[in-house]
T-cell receptor, first 116, second 111 residues
Framework: SAVISQKPSRDICQRGTSLTIQCQVD?????MFWYRQQPGQSLTLIAT?????????ESGFVIDKFPISRPNLTFSTLTVSNMSPEDSSIYLC?????????????FGPGTRLLVL | DAKTTQPPSMDCAEGRAANLPCNHS???????VYWYRQIHSQGPQYIIH???NNETNEMASLIITEDRKSSTLILPHATLRDTAVYYC????????????FGKGTKLTVNP
């Protein structure tokens, strides 16, 4: 398995401001993923972050709104920019981890964001 | 879009087996069936995955039909702590492919 931590665990922000969420993994990984889970909904992938290259964004998500950094193989940040109440969600990072000959994704605990 | 279909909710009595079905009729030959669960707003937790053979681990058993178009996750002795949303996902193993989550099944284990 993988040990993944996220900071902050929760925050309440004012509209128009930005919040940077940190994701730290206990060992080096190639790919990190950022998901959003809006209230009462399932998870939706925002982007995939590969160390040393630009993040790849899913349809409906743009870099200006959700800039991502991936400075090394154990760390990534997601910024939610110019926030509005519609950005109130849980934001989760995940990583792929090899184990016993197979690979699966492990998730962090999430960051609960409320935008007023 | 998710390639799986699950019932929106199910109930189970504590101590009994919980059998959660999943349909994945368009699954490709190289796609695995993965199960995750999410306990009240925590990060999703990996449970089990398989290709075509039945699989068992300390958490659950996975039964995949011979045509691979459907599967069942079995929690043999459900406890109150198993109350969660269970997601069935098909995905190619390896290659760091994204997980596409559907709406999942909300399992409620009752005392």
């Amino acid at each position: 398995s993988a040990v993944i931590s996220q900071k902050p665990s929760r925050d309440i922000c004012q509209r128009g401001t930005s919040l940077t969420i940190q994701c730290q993994v206990d060992s080096q990984v190639t790919m990190m993923f950022w998901y959003r889970q809006q209230p009462g909904q399932s998870l939706t992938l925002i982007a995939t972050a590969n160390q040393g290259s630009e993040a790849t964004y899913e349809s409906g998500f743009v870099i200006d709104k959700f800039p991502i950094s991936r400075p090394n193989l154990t760390f990534s940040t997601l910024t939610v920019s110019n926030m509005s109440p519609e950005d109130s969600s849980i934001y989760l990072c995940s990583v792929d981890r090899q184990g016993s000959g197979w690979e699966t994704q492990y998730f962090g605990p999430g960051t609960r964001l409320l935008v007023l | 879009d998710a390639k799986t279909t699950q019932p929106p909710s199910m109930d189970c009595a504590e101590g009994r087996a919980a059998n959660l079905p999943c349909n994945h009729s368009t699954i490709s030959g190289n796609e695995y069936v993965y199960w995750y669960r999410q306990i009240h707003s925590q990060g999703p937790q990996y449970i089990i995955h398989g290709l075509k053979n039945n699989e068992t681990n300390e958490m659950a058993s996975l039964i995949i039909t011979e045509d691979r178009k459907s599967s069942t996750l079995i929690l043999p002795h459900a406890t109150l702590r198993d109350t969660a949303v269970y997601y069935c996902i098909v995905r190619v193993e390896g290659g760091s492919e994204k997980l596409v989550f559907g709406k999942g099944t909300k399992l409620t284990v009752n005392p």
